[in-house]
């Protein structure tokens, strides 16, 4: 068990984690019906601002303090109670978020910041949304030096030690998180601020998405790696084995600090401005990005099949069956990278450049995040928090919760599979993201991609609603663990924190040495970048006075 005060600080980050959650959620249900033509919002409420805020509170608040509420624990865990001066950082960086978050969020509630989570000039947002997201930024920066200090007295007390993987994993995705947050930190203060605030007319536009894109595109691997952090070495833990191997997933995350940065242009294949042997060089680079996600499979597969074949499976499929489906804390995690498979293939679609063309700008790519970050990570966190808030609290996980928390997966998953299926196949025809519910003046030919067997009004309705129901299911569930679950009152009744250790025995030292990978990484960021940034300054166009659009 960790000390009372770690607790207390992953605790709080859980309870901001599931409030934007809770609010998050509820307006995604209005956005589907919005965008199914089932609800008019009132007059004082705009569905630009219904997105903004939904893509704001789920894709960066609620994800970011569960993420530091998990490596908290993990941190504290494995390398020992945080020290007062690394606990001290922590709750400072606690603070700052939350003030950035309270400022961003009111910004967009009063409506003022109606701008999406991506806020692409030259939309333009009062200028303390910028400021709001900045703290947000600088809050978070300040937590992943309190865990980076935390690593590095450790590593002072045991030279030539190799750390646990638990601490390697979460330093890799704290060293891509800064390095990533150098982009948006760039365009937010030497470009939005001075903007919003009217102390420049103009904006350079294709920088700003440039530079936004640099730190888009690994963000979502920061949503992912704390996910492959419980695949790795939660999952062999709950079915038996050791960590497949040690060297292996540590290359993995090394790889991601590499190539998850220079490779935004993806997100930009359509823009102007970038000539196509860059956005070529970019998408090449994406599809090394692809290799640790294999390798992930790769290793999860092999764990399973160590685990089925000692347990007695034969045959091809042997395995399968003897994994331990009834403990929610599995199934949870194996759903989750179930849907990884779909979710990773769309991306290797949206990645390549000819089939870009056809998606970009659909609902395909709405779709394509719903089973990424909304369901591989999500129900990954959810599968964290069925036994991290017993753990942290000090209660017993009842079978009622664990009922109750099989049919909240379930839920989940049936949901997402409606919704992002129909949102893949209304975006292949033609329907738009970024948009509110949109058939064209009811033209026929948009009226009819509402005719299919999933890609129909009801069917989305339907899986909106489950999924709201799930989500209240899953808040439910947080709030009767951390206030209602009988206390554990014996060790055998306490809820563990489900890691396994790894042998790293025979793990090349190299692997951790992190000023070779940081030096390649920008390395890497410089010959993908330098050249055609330099061009979007040069030759820059007049720039754009701001709009607000709603
Ligand atoms: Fe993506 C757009 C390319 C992964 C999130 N992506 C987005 C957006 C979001 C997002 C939020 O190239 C929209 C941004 C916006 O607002 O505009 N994406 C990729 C590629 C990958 C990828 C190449 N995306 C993710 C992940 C996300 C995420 C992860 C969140 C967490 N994405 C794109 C591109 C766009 C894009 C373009 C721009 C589109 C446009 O035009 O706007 C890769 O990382 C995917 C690699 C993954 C795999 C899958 C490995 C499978 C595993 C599971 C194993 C399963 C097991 C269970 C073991 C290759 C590890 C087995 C069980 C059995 C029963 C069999």
Redesign the pocket.
């Known amino acids: 068990m960790i000390c009372k005060q770690d607790r207390k600080l992953a605790i709080y980050h859980i309870l901001i984690a599931y409030l934007a959650f809770l609010i998050g959620t509820f307006l995604g249900l209005l956005q589907v019906f919005i965008r199914n033509d089932g609800l008019e919002l009132p007059k004082w409420l705009d569905y630009y601002q219904v997105l903004t805020a939904h893509?704001v509170l789920l894709?960066l608040v609620f994800t970011t303090y569960f993420i530091f509420a998990f490596f908290i624990t993990g941190m504290s865990k494995t390398l020992g109670d945080f020290g007062p001066k690394a606990r001290l950082v922590l709750w400072l960086g606690f603070l700052v978020t939350t003030i950035g978050t309270v400022i961003a969020t009111f910004m967009i509630i009063i409506g003022e910041a109606s701008v999406?989570?991506?806020f692409y000039a030259p939309l333009q947002a009062n200028g303390w949304y910028y400021v709001g997201l900045a703290l947000f930024i600088v809050g978070t920066w300040l937590s992943g030096f309190a865990l980076v200090g935390h690593y590095v007295s450790w590593k002072k007390s045991n030279r030539k030690q190799l750390s646990p993987l638990f601490a390697f994993m979460t330093i890799s995705t704290i060293i891509l998180w800064k390095i990533a947050c150098l982009g948006v930190v760039a365009t937010v203060l030497f470009q939005f601020i001075p903007w919003a605030f009217g102390w420049v007319d103009t904006i350079n536009v294709e920088l700003s998405r440039s530079l936004f894109w640099y730190f888009?595109?690994p963000?979502?691997?920061f949503?992912?790696l704390p996910?492959?952090m419980a695949?790795y070495l939660v999952i062999p833990k709950l079915v038996g084995v050791e960590v497949f191997s040690d060297s292996l997933a540590r290359l993995a995350f090394i790889l991601f600090i590499l190539f998850?940065i220079p490779?935004g242009f993806?997100?930009?294949?359509?823009d102007p401005g970038i000539s196509s042997f860059w956005k070529f060089l970019q998408?090449s680079l994406?599809?090394m990005?692809?290799i640790p996600?294999?390798m992930?499979?790769f290793s999860?597969?092999g764990t399973?099949e160590r685990s089925g074949r000692r347990k007695g499976g034969r045959g091809l499929f042997g395995w399968?069956f003897k994994l331990p489906w009834k403990d929610v804390r599995f199934t949870s995690i194996?759903i989750a990278?179930?849907f990884?498979?779909p979710?990773?293939?769309?991306?290797?679609?949206?990645?390549?450049f000819q089939l870009?063309e056809l998606?970009?700008?659909t609902l395909?790519?709405?779709g394509?995040?719903h089973i990424?970050?909304g369901t591989?990570?999500t129900m990954t966190f959810m599968g964290i928090t069925f036994w991290l808030i017993p753990y942290l609290t000090g209660r017993k996980l009842t079978k009622t919760i664990q009922k109750l928390a099989f049919i909240q997966i379930i839920t989940w998953s049936i949901g997402m599979v409606l919704m992002s299926t129909a949102q893949h196949i209304l975006g292949l025809l033609g329907a738009p993201?970024?948009t509110a519910y949109s058939a064209y003046n009811n033209h026929p030919t948009a009226m009819e991609w509402f005719n299919g067997l999933i890609s129909n009004h009801i069917t989305m309705a339907i899986g909106g609603t489950i999924l709201f129901f799930s989500a209240m299911l899953l808040i439910f569930i947080v709030i009767y663990s951390l206030f209602l679950l009988p206390k554990a009152d014996s060790l055998g009744d306490r809820v563990e924190f489900p890691i396994a250790m790894s042998d790293n025995k025979d793990t090349p030292k190299f692997l951790e040495n992190w000023w070779l990978w940081i030096g390649i990484s920008f390395a890497l960021i410089a010959i993908a970048y330098t050249i055609p940034l330099m061009d979007l300054i040069q030759h820059a166009p007049p720039g754009s006075k701001g709009f607000k659009m709603w």
């Not at 993806?266 to 359509?270: A, E, G, I, M, T």
């Not at 293939?345 to 990645?351: K, L, Q, S, V």
């Open positions: 893509g894709a999406l989570y991506t888009g595109h963000l979502v691997y949503w992912l996910a492959y695949w998850s490779v993806h997100h930009q294949l359509v998408t994406t599809f990005v692809i996600s294999l992930t499979a999860l597969f399973f399968f194996f990278m179930f990884f498979i979710g990773g293939a769309g991306g290797i679609i949206n990645a390549s870009n998606i970009h700008n395909w790519v709405v394509h995040f990424t970050v591989p990570v993201r970024r």
